[in-house]
């Protein structure tokens, strides 16, 4: 009986994850949690930022070879790094990790908060960009091995990722308009560094909006957008705004 070669199975698998390709799916999953509450948003806007990172990591990665016609193992190769013999892409790595780490602060969230139903809509949308991140792991490993990746599939996967970090960075930081004046603990203990919001934003208490005030910079000048300033800026004295 002769024995497939690594890259006639990789080639095989492929074909495999074609027949299930998912394509878009990270955008439809990207495009739910954008429409979860915004409370739930910054319960879990750790994992969020962690996935934007990834996404991003990964996209540089589509978008520096995107136009040619096929790519080749050599373009995966991160010397010194194996999985069992076989070279592990550098991009991967980073996905892979990236995945691992959004997992961990998934369950930091729950044993933190535990998973009522509050939380469902959230740890659902969370869940669901982590799903089809293996998928692209998957699809992006066994191209890898079998060096068959066409340039029309980098082009889509590079367009999905490319609207799915945009809305994931979105679901992170855009909170204009947001009514937080029912979040309690969840507002006074998040991370607010980076986020955005305005004079429609609802905070729990005038005492909270004017911190909020203190803490941020009005970006662009004279647009009403404010952002929340990292630590090294100051201005806090409860809570946690980085």
């Known amino acids: 009986m002769n024995r497939l070669t690594a890259a006639e199975v990789a080639g ?106 509050q939380l469902e809509d959230g740890w659902r949308a969370v869940s669901r960009i982590v799903m089809v991140l293996g998928w692209y792991e998957d699809k992006l490993y066994f191209s890898a091995l079998s060096a068959r990746i066409s340039r029309q599939e980098v082009k889509g996967m590079y367009n999905d990722l490319s609207s799915a970090v945009r809305l994931i960075e979105e679901s992170a930081n855009d909170f204009l308009g947001a009514d937080l004046s029912s979040g309690g603990v969840e507002v006074y203990t998040a991370k607010l560094g980076g986020i955005r919001w305005d004079e429609n934003t609802r905070w ?21 957008i404010y952002t929340v300033m990292s630590e090294s800026s100051g201005a806090t004295s409860r809570g946690v705004l980085y």
């Open 12 to 117: 095989q698998v492929q074909e495999e994850l074609a027949k299930r390709s998912i394509h878009g799916s990270l955008t439809s999953a990207a495009s739910i949690l954008r429409r979860v509450s915004p409370i739930q948003r910054l319960v879990f806007r750790a994992v969020i930022l962690q996935l934007s990172d990834v996404l991003a990591d990964v996209l540089d990665f589509l978008g520096s070879v995107r136009s040619r016609a096929i790519l080749v193992s050599d373009d995966y190769i991160l010397r010194g790094k194996t999985n069992r013999g076989r070279p592990v892409p550098h991009h991967l790595l980073r996905l892979r990790y990236g995945r691992n780490e959004a997992v961990g602060k998934m369950r930091e969230v729950v044993a933190k908060r535990g998973l009522g139903i």
């Open 204 to 224: 729990p208490t005038s005492e909270f909006n004017q911190r909020m005030h203190r803490a941020s910079v009005e970006y662009p000048p004279g647009s009403g």
